[in-house]
Nanobody
Framework: QVQLAESGGGSVQSGGSLRLSCVISGDASDVFATAIAWFRRAPGKKREWVSCIDSRDGTIDYTDSVKGRFTISRDNAKNTVYLQMNNLKPEDTGVYYC?????????????????WGQGTQVTISS
């Protein structure tokens, strides 16, 4: 069973930066940890997909609102996926989750990613 744990959240001012980490445990080489995605949920709003990285085919994808500001990467030696967030905006505030599955795509379909972390809070002030 793949297990995920997020860290690196915090509170910063608009324009600041944060680096989130997602540590993969249980079996980091599991086929169901091939793709790691980041999601976020603002208070009172629906969960939103942010980014995804696929270690098998090299896919890297971002939602439009974070393109040019966020960078996703994976360090297989450390079993960790990172989300570098620059030029943060108040609209980026929310709880950030990492999730694992077979591949990237279909983020808002009827079949959600099968493994999820506990979330880490990101708060951006004006």
């Amino acid at each position: 069973q793949v297990q995920l744990a997020e860290s690196g959240g915090g509170s910063v001012q608009s324009g600041g930066s944060l680096r989130l980490s997602c540590v993969i445990s249980g079996d980091a080489s599991d086929v169901f940890a091939t793709a790691i995605a980041w999601f976020r949920r603002a208070p009172g709003k629906k969960r939103e997909w942010v980014s995804c990285i696929d270690s098998r085919d090299g896919t890297i994808d971002y939602t439009d609102s974070v393109k040019g500001r966020f960078t996703i990467s994976r360090d297989n030696a450390k079993n960790t996926v990172y989300l570098q967030m620059n030029n943060l905006k108040p609209e980026d505030t929310g709880v950030y989750y990492c999730a694992a599955d077979l591949g990237c795509g279909d983020y808002e379909g009827p079949f959600p990613f099968r493994s999820w972390g506990q979330g880490t809070q990101v708060t951006i002030s004006s």
